[in-house]
């Protein structure tokens, strides 16, 4: 097997990009049998997992939720943090204990872990039970190696195609309402604790062509909002020929006309002010801006390769917020880097009291194999950590409670997307700010874009009641 290799993806030569389209297969050998998906990670692996959900419907398969009782098990795997891998390695579990009694089962392991050198190893020697082990970049040959797999009753490992661009993929969504699209793939950043640019590979963008030719299909079928999807959106074009970069895409796909448009994620660096003049013109494009911080120390931005300082970071916040009225910034914060001092975190704290979020995701650092940060030696304890979490985690909700209570009795435009999972009489849905409110509203509203007036605040929700318009003679 051609395992994935650290020191080969770091040097990332060649820039060429191969545009490809994939096609259907035709096969019912495993016609009405059930598969079972898993899906672990962030959106794009939930996005893959949707165009794997295509190509197993389209071998004639149906979806289980019941482990027990799927002849094929597709794991799609996240490698971000430690922890991720635990989850997955603990139900791996339960499937190597099925499969003892049930050996013709088919088990396939693709997402991020299967990129990693470390993993794909330790797959290889010591869960056997695995039968396919599938890159990122080879999702759509999926269908073929489940049936391959079935065939010969042979263990398939599968090599990566990191260079190229796949069109004509087909997915079997999870909303009807709101959906993703991807507009690049990988990244080239290399943030020195990070993994995704070994499993997700060099960052590539599609076409602006395919993308507006998705984003109006998506428009005609009745979708309401589509999310840009790219590592760091910022980014797209770069490898392109033209001239042509995010802010002019995020124009064209504005002028698609349809109802609300997002993206992430963006990066703090190199995010322009052609971006903010787009974002702040067309009103389809959300108020919402998810710029990760990471850490308010410069010498800890630094030392994560993030290049960018803590000023440039708050000037760009205060511009964001001067430009988009009522727009929301929320982040992404790491704590526990190597060498982190108390200093160091306090910069973090101050960033987040300057800026005021409206969320974030806040985690403890965690050593990646292979990445450059795995190497720095670090003396922060774990109960250090845990505790600094604890402070920030303290803060970050204090002003998303603050934000929240800020939207009291406004009439929001709020996009309904389902019936609230909290009382089964109301519909929840988002604000054009990304805040998540549960309705008081009939259940025809679903897939509607309404008024809601906010009547109440809590720290990671809104309730409201619809505001219905006054009919004119
Ligand atoms: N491309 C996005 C983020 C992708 S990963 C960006 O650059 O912002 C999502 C988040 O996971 C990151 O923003 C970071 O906060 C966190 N993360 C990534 N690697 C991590 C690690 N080794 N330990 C802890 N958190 C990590
Ligand atoms: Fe990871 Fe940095 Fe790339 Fe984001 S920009 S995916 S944090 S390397
Ligand atoms: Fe996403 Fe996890 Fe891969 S966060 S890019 S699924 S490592």
Same mark, same amino acid.
């Given at each position: ?62 979806e ?26 603990g ?17 396939a ?5 299967s ?6 190893? *330790?797959?290889l020697?010591n ?17 073929n190696?489940?049936?391959q ?39 080239d ?21 395919e ?5 109006n ?24 020929? *033209?001239?042509?970069?995010?802010a ?25 002010? *052609? ?21 308010g ?10 290049r ?48 005021k ?6 985690f ?17 304890t774990?109960? *250090? ?89």
């Amino acid at each position: 097997m051609n395992l994935p290799n650290i020191k080969d993806a770091r040097k990332r030569t060649d820039k060429k990009v191969d545009y490809k389209t994939v096609w259907e297969i035709k096969d019912d050998t495993l016609k009405n049998q059930k598969f079972f998906l898993k899906t672990y990670g962030c959106q794009m692996n939930v996005h893959d997992s949707e165009q794997m959900r295509a190509i197993l419907e389209n071998l004639g398969m149906q979806e289980t939720d019941t482990l027990e009782d799927a002849k094929v098990i597709v794991m799609n795997t996240c490698a971000i943090r430690e922890n991720a891998h635990d989850k997955v390695f603990g139900y791996l579990g339960r499937i190597k204990h099925l499969k003892k009694n049930h050996p013709d089962i088919i088990v396939a392991l693709g997402g991020c872990m299967s990129q990693e050198e470390g993993v794909a190893k *330790e797959i290889l020697q010591n869960h056997p039970y695995i039968n396919i082990v599938f890159g990122t970049h080879n999702i759509h040959e999926l269908g073929n190696l489940i049936l391959q797999a079935n065939k010969d009753k042979q263990d398939i490992e599968v090599t990566s195609e990191e260079g190229c661009v796949f069109e004509g993929v087909n997915y079997k969504r999870d909303s009807k309402i709101t959906a993703w699209v991807n507009i690049m793939y990988g990244c080239d950043k290399f943030c020195t604790y990070c993994i995704v640019p070994y499993t997700r590979g060099k960052e590539r963008s599609r076409k602006k062509e395919e993308i507006i030719k998705e984003v109006n299909s998506l428009k005609k079928s009745g979708y309401k909002e589509v999310t840009l999807l790219g590592q760091n959106v910022n980014a797209y074009g770069h490898d392109l020929d *033209e001239d042509y970069d995010f802010a002019n895409l995020l124009e064209s796909v504005a002028q698609t006309g349809i109802s609300r448009i997002r993206f992430v994620t963006s990066h703090p660096w190199n995010f322009t002010d *052609e971006m903010l003049n787009v974002i702040a013109k067309y009103p389809n494009i959300m108020p919402y801006i998810h710029l990760p911080l990471q850490s308010g120390s410069n010498k800890i931005l630094r030392l994560m390769g993030r290049r960018y300082t803590k000023e440039e970071y708050l000037k760009l916040c205060q511009k964001i917020k001067d430009t988009i009225p009522n727009v929301t910034i929320t982040t992404d914060i790491i704590v526990g880097f190597p060498n982190e001092t108390e200093e160091d975190f306090e910069d973090t704290l101050d960033v987040v009291e300057q800026v005021k979020y409206d969320g974030a995701y806040t985690f403890i650092y965690s050593k990646r194999e292979g990445t450059p940060a795995s190497m720095m030696s670090d003396e922060t304890t774990l109960e *250090e950590k845990e505790n600094r979490l604890q402070r920030l985690n303290e803060k970050i909700n204090y002003y998303s409670k603050l934000s929240n209570e800020k939207m009291l009795n406004k009439i929001e435009k709020v996009l309904i997307l389902g019936v609230s999972e909290k009382d089964p009489l109301k519909v929840y849905g988002y604000t054009e700010g990304m805040k998540l409110v549960n309705v008081l509203a009939p259940r025809e509203s679903i897939g509607h874009i309404i008024d809601v007036k906010i009547t109440d605040a809590k720290s990671f929700s809104l309730d409201g009641e619809e505001v219905k318009k006054i009919k004119q003679n």
